[in-house]
């Protein structure tokens, strides 16, 4: 039996959830993103686009190109409610939910009445989404993850394309590079170079030629180019909160080794949410006492998953718990009311440089391992405990900030 996967794209969702709480910015040029001159564009309505205007920009240019372009700053909590609205219509109508980012999801509809029926059944989804939430939606279905998605682009905005069986490779070939998932700035203008500016190019070349450009990515890009997408719809369930601690071998009151450790603690923790692609908007910490006493203190911020803006709350948090004259059991940490998020909420944060050393950081470590490259202010909670995962070859990069 073909598969059918259904990939369903909320269009310019922060825009319309914008929107949908003021209707008085229908229709008007709009900006989401970070507000000062150092943003960065999170997310921009069609009516921007023919200014040249992308998810990404700085807002400064943005701001130049369409000077009567309307700025919001993002709201994460009010983009969470309306994608958790839309996550439960679609699960209660499909057998396996694939919540790929805040705005976007995959349904397994294989064996659902047949393909046909597939395709009345996505219909019916999106226009139950519509009604209900008042938020466009489009979708596109076919035999696979990578050709739906692509369909669902096409469709848009506010519309839907169906692939019919045998056609995908066909449906592919005139379209820009670009359009593949996994082809980046950076892999398309290295394509171009190359001379290929459509799929069919790659369709016609050989997957090795691919592959000795672009190294791995080029064979999975050759396949998608060519319509082979064999992986499946990942079940869907949201994680309420990840937490960490740390259990001393020896009771302690010195201060600086606690602070040491939870700052360490709050990295690793924070890497691992912008991994799996989430942000915290509630930071608890916890103290156990020699006397097996334990107290913990909570604090909601604005969503985030930054180092720099959650070490400096569970340091508060700490000292406001912490009694100088008993000795320290354990210490730990917990981040809960998780969103799920693309790269596009990091945006609101106003310093660009910020959101790029973040990028790289988390790159390095991606490649080299997590403990690769840390803060200087971490530093000794390694050396001392080895609290986190033992460093495997190479000692870590220090990672330095000055203070400003």
């Known amino acids: 039996m073909e598969r059918t996967i259904l990939h369903l794209d909320l269009d310019t969702f922060f825009v319309s959830v914008e929107r949908l709480i003021d209707s008085r910015l229908n229709h008007m040029p709009i900006l989401v993103g970070g507000t000062s001159d150092r943003g960065v564009v ?9 200014f040249g205007i992308y998810s990404g920009m ?3 240019m943005a701001r130049m190109l369409c000077p009567e372009a309307i700025v919001i700053r993002g709201d994460a909590s009010n983009y969470t409610k309306y994608s958790k609205n839309v996550t439960d219509i679609i699960k209660e109508q499909v057998p396996i939910l694939e919540k790929s980012s805040i705005d976007e999801f ?6 659902m009445d047949k393909f046909f029926g597939s395709y009345k059944l996505a219909s019916e989804i999106k226009k139950k989404i519509v009604n209900e939430t008042g938020l466009p939606i489009s979708f596109g279905l ?15 905005p506010d519309n839907q394309l169906k692939i019919d069986f045998g056609c995908e490779k066909k449906f592919l070939a005139p379209l820009s590079v670009k359009k593949i998932p996994m082809v980046g700035d950076k892999t398309y203008q290295t394509l171009r170079n190359l001379g290929v500016k459509r799929v069919h190019t790659i369709q016609e070349m050989p997957m090795d030629v ?3 450009v672009l190294g791995k990515n080029g064979a999975i890009i050759w396949k998608r180019a060519n319509a082979i997408d064999n992986r499946p719809v990942q079940p869907y369930s949201e994680r309420k909160s990840v937490s960490t601690e740390k259990t001393f071998s020896k009771d302690t009151t010195d201060v600086k080794k606690l602070e040491t450790i939870l700052k360490a603690m709050t990295e690793n923790l924070a890497y691992q949410l912008r991994r799996g692609q989430k942000f915290t908007s509630v930071i608890a910490v916890k103290i156990r006492y020699s006397d097996f006493n334990t107290y913990t203190r909570q604090l909601k911020i604005p969503y985030t998953s930054a180092d720099h803006i959650l070490i400096p709350k569970v340091i508060d948090l700490f000292n406001q718990l912490y009694n100088r004259r008993l000795l320290v059991r354990l210490v730990g ?9 693309n790269y596009q909420l990091n945006l609101f944060e106003d310093n660009l440089t910020m ?5 790289t950081i988390d790159s390095l470590r991606e490649r080299y391992g997590e403990q690769s490259i840390i803060r200087a202010s971490t530093f000794g909670a390694k050396t001392i405990s080895r609290m986190m995962n033992p460093f495997n070859g190479d000692p870590p990069t220090v990672l330095a900030h000055r203070k400003k």
Request: glycine share 8%; proline share 2%; net charge positive.
């Open 142 to 156: 076919s035999v696979n993850k990578t050709v739906s998605k692509v369909a669902t682009g096409e469709a848009k």
């Open 42 to 50: 999170s997310a921009c309505s069609y009516e921007t686009r023919g």
């Open 106 to 111: 995959y349904a397994d509809l294989t064996g």
């Open 355 to 359: 959101i790029n050393l973040y990028n």
């Open 210 to 212: 691919m592959q000795s």
């Open 333 to 341: 940490i917990r981040f809960s009311d998780l969103v799920q998020g």
């Open 58 to 60: 700085p807002m400064k």
